[in-house]
């Protein structure tokens, strides 16, 4: 038996408009059927976003302390901050999330020493609050950043997404384009979406090395 031996199969952004469009029963025949879809594209990934699916995303940044300086914004492209530690000589130590609440309710907040506590500030540029107040200059702060899926902007870009996400994602723009263009498949296509979110959901939960979940409490699509 002959195979390919290929294993590069990858769509851009206009192949995945295209199928969803015509699982909607539609064609792309013009530049606004072009841009609705783009947008619905970009939606749709926020959503996945606001739900802690991309975990395809996290990145591990450094970030060098300054004495007597609590606080540093993060790149804007940082959804979230999933684990901090400081490294001190070589030693790694671990940091507490706190909650503003939290953190507001600290009543020395200009103590000085090692870091052993954090609050993340999820401004348009997050900043990230330590406490105590760094003593040196020598520390580093490491955390795991959760951040954005790059959009879809140009249809000739690609996706970045990992494979087992491309049916998801199909599925997932066939249904926010059946809302808006062709409501008599709404239904249909959002059985579809659920079924293949659930499957890539799952294999991230079964199979994924990363010792975090994303976030599926009262999740449903409407």
């Known amino acids: 038996m002959t195979v390919s031996g290929s294993t590069d199969f990858e769509l851009d952004v206009a192949d995945y408009i295209e199928e969803a469009y015509e699982r909607c029963g539609l064609e792309l025949r013009t ?43 993060l790149g804007t492209d940082v959804i979230d901050v999933l684990g901090v530690i400081v490294r001190r000589s070589g030693t790694d130590f671990a940091m507490e999330r706190v909650s503003r609440d ?50 879809a902007d140009n249809a000739v870009n690609t ?22 263009r062709a409501p008599e498949r709404v239904q249909l296509l959002k059985s579809v979406y659920e079924e293949e979110i659930n499957r890539a959901i799952d294999e991230d939960r079964d199979r994924s090395s990363f ?7 009262d999740y449903r699509i409407v």
């Open 211 to 217: 010792t975090i979940s994303p976030s599926l409490k």
């Open 159 to 180: 996706m970045a997404v990992p494979f087992r996400f491309y049916p998801c994602l199909a599925a997932g723009l066939a249904y926010y384009l059946a809302i808006k």
């Open 102 to 151: 939290e953190f507001l309710a600290i009543p020395t907040k200009t103590t000085t020493g090692r870091p052993t506590q954090f609050f993340l500030d999820r401004q348009l540029t997050p900043n990230l609050k330590i406490w105590p107040i760094p003593e040196n200059s020598t520390d580093t702060i490491v955390y795991d950043a959760l951040t954005r899926i790059d959009d």
């Open 31 to 73: 530049g606004y059927d072009l841009n609705t879809a783009k947008r619905s594209l970009n939606l749709m990934l926020a959503d996945w976003a606001n739900r802690g699916l991309n975990q395809w995303t996290i990145k591990q940044r450094t970030q060098v302390v300054t004495a007597s300086d609590g606080e540093y914004d």
